[in-house]
Nanobody, 125 residues
Framework: QVQLVESGGGLVQDGGSLRLSCTVS????????MGWFRQAPGKDREFVAA????????TYAGSVKGRFTISRDDAKNTVYLQMDDLRPDDTAVYYC??????????????????WGQGTQVTVSS
């Protein structure tokens, strides 16, 4: 059974930083792509960032490009989302996600087979 557990959310001021972590169990972590999504109150869940297997390719939503960095540590079965220059409109529940397809680059929630429980990020102005 594949399980994803996020950590690292919290309350931060406008312009601050946070690092989210997501640890995966139940599969060979290094063989699969990983992604981050977020959902603000009253809005749809949206793509934030993704990383391919072997760390070969990374992609970001336009709203976070240049401020957020996704990375993975296959030895620790963990994917990270470093979030810098946070803004109030980054406030959301952030979800770690993955797919059964080893070779796809995640860009949409439609590709996701497994979700974490979510971690709240709140940015105050």
């Amino acid at each position: 059974q594949v399980q994803l557990v996020e950590s690292g959310g919290g309350l931060v001021q406008d312009g601050g930083s946070l690092r989210l972590s997501c640890t995966v169990s139940g599969r060979t972590f290094s063989e699969y792509p990983m992604g981050w999504f977020r959902q603000a109150p009253g809005k749809d869940r949206e793509f934030v960032a993704a990383i391919s297997r072997s760390d070969a390719t990374k992609t970001y939503a336009g709203s976070v490009k240049g401020r957020f960095t996704i990375s993975r540590d296959d030895a620790k079965n963990t994917v990270y989302l470093q979030m810098d220059d946070l803004r109030p409109d980054d406030t959301a529940v952030y979800y770690c996600a993955t797919t059964r397809n080893r070779y796809v680059l995640i860009t949409s929630y439609r590709q996701i087979d497994y979700w974490g429980q979510g971690t709240q990020v709140t940015v105050s102005s």
